[in-house]
């Protein structure tokens, strides 16, 4: 997450979706911000998975999408359907809200 943990942990809190991540990086720890590959990098060396284990969901093309598929991580995108982009690295899914991430993920 492209914010610290005292900014983002209540948004994931207040949405419910706590449970569903088994490893969630922050920047600011160590980590430079999105696209950059280090906190991808980091997240899969903290949860011992490797990219093709790996699942990364985000709202922000550029830095959430891309920067996954930098380090060849699959991504579930979270978009506005106002948003389009011309870039040829599309996520795996897509979805229009992260209501919808609990029954993509099956629980």
């Known amino acids: 997450m492209n914010a610290k943990e005292a900014v983002q942990q209540p948004k994931l809190d207040q949405l419910g979706?706590?449970?569903?991540?088994?490893?969630?990086?922050?920047?600011?720890?160590?980590?430079?911000?999105?696209?950059?590959?280090?906190?991808?990098?980091?997240?899969?060396?903290?949860?011992?998975?490797s990219p093709d284990e790996a699942l990364y969901v985000g709202d922000d093309f550029e830095s959430d999408i891309c920067g996954a598929d930098a380090v060849r991580i699959d991504a579930v995108w979270v978009f506005d359907e106002t948003l389009s982009t011309d870039d040829e690295t599309l996520p795996v899914i897509q979805i229009g809200s992260i209501a919808e991430l609990s029954s993509l993920l099956g629980t």
């Open 17 to 49: 979706i706590s449970s569903l991540f088994e490893t969630i990086v922050y920047i600011g720890y160590d980590t430079e911000y999105k696209p950059h590959p280090e906190l991808f990098q980091q997240a899969l060396r903290v949860s011992g998975a």
